[in-house]
């Protein structure tokens, strides 16, 4: 570059840098947490498309600062300044500027000479980025292989693959810029490979310990319906994702878990366990039958063989008495014609030797109402 042309820079570039900016957030995406501020100029109180040099902010400019967003300042050195509450601003630490009420020696003559040995840039390059303190929803996640979970229902440790999403939000701008952020940038996104290989890696950990801590209260079929909790687990641990807000300044809202299925091997096991444990109870159930039958057999075997005895009497005779509608302890009403055809039936209970006279009377009197 001859001196020529960079003094025509600097003479174009001071000019034109003269002019005031209106500064504002630029447009979020989905994603994205830091913006670069976009520059609208005035001239005599109107926007103008003529454009001032990159890297320069003239004094007098307006800074608007939207809800829920801060902005930075940082030049090559470093940051200058971080604005958390939203408002407007004026900037006065930034290029004279005869508009701001700056003197022409120093607004014009003296940028144009200290340009001039820069190839007509100035000597000192400031930028205004925003950072978007909003919630930034939807960061997919996805166990990359089976993860242990000790099911307390099965008894067992089964392997898992978990798939949702996750949201965070900035709760500390100045600790989120300075220890998070990459130096003098202007534009990040968590859709930034390296982002999210870092976050996804941390809140795999700690999903993992979180999910575990659950297992001896909830099934794995329940654990969608408890994200609220697996959130709170996750923010409160003392190690990976439970550090971001202490270490980078933003921290998880909310966890929503779209889907846990077995690994092919687990849901073997899972479906081992399930026809085990139908065999089992068809097993219980015919046991309990053939010891029903076993028992109702022996009775019978003893009434055949060797009588009721005082006790076999009387319980044959409940037995037979509620056959025929009478509870113990309980008063049926019968109908004459019922009477007589109950006491019938007891008569040849009484003629067989099964009841005892006594016996005989006891229900005679119930079913008689007497």
Do not use: C
Not at 172 to 197: L, M
Not at 288 to 307: F, M, T
Request: glycine share 10%; hydrophobic share 35%.
């Amino acid at each position: 570059m001859s001196i020529i042309e960079a003094f025509t820079g600097a003479i174009v570039g001071t000019f034109a840098d003269q002019w005031k900016d209106i500064i504002t957030a630029g447009h979020f995406d989905e994603h994205t947490v830091v913006v670069p501020g976009i520059h609208q100029q005035t001239k005599n109180g109107r926007v103008s498309s003529i454009s001032g040099s990159n890297g320069v902010i003239s004094n007098g400019s307006k800074i608007y600062i939207p809800e829920n967003t801060a902005a930075f300042i940082f030049s090559q050195s470093g940051i200058e300044e971080i604005i958390t509450t939203p408002g407007g601003y004026e900037y006065q630490n930034g290029e004279k500027s005869i508009f701001n009420g700056d003197s022409i020696r120093s607004s014009i003559f003296t940028q144009i000479r200290d340009r001039v040995g820069y190839g007509g840039q100035t000597s000192e390059q400031k930028q205004i980025a925003f950072v978007n303190l909003r919630e930034i929803r939807d960061i997919k996640f996805g166990t990359r292989g089976p993860q242990v979970y000790n099911d307390l229902f099965y008894g067992t440790d089964l392997e898992i693959l978990a798939f949702g999403t996750f949201s965070i939000r900035v709760v500390d701008a100045e600790k989120f810029i300075k220890n998070y952020v990459p130096a003098n940038v202007s534009y990040y996104s968590f859709d930034n490979q390296n982002a999210r290989t870092q976050i996804l890696s941390e809140f795999i950990q700690s999903f993992t310990v979180a999910l575990n801590s659950l297992s001896t209260t909830y099934r794995i079929s329940q654990l969608p319906s408890h994200a609220d909790g697996i959130s709170m687990k996750i923010s409160d641990s003392s190690s990976n994702a439970g550090t971001w807000k202490e270490r980078f300044g933003f921290e998880i809202v909310q966890v929503g878990i779209a889907n846990i299925e077995f690994s092919p091997e687990s849901r073997e096991l899972v479906k081992q366990f399930s026809s085990n444990r139908m065999n089992l109870k068809a097993y219980d159930d015919v046991t309990q039958k053939s010891s029903d039958i076993s028992a109702q057999q022996k009775i019978a075997d003893g009434i055949k063989e060797n009588g009721f005895g005082e006790g076999g009497g009387m319980v044959f005779g409940m037995n037979m008495a509620q056959s025929l509608g009478v509870k113990a302890g309980t008063k049926q009403t019968f109908t004459f014609d019922e009477q007589i055809e109950a006491v019938k039936k007891l008569k040849g209970l009484l003629d067989a030797g099964i009841l005892s006279q006594e016996e005989f009377d006891i229900k005679k009197k119930e079913i008689m109402g007497l």
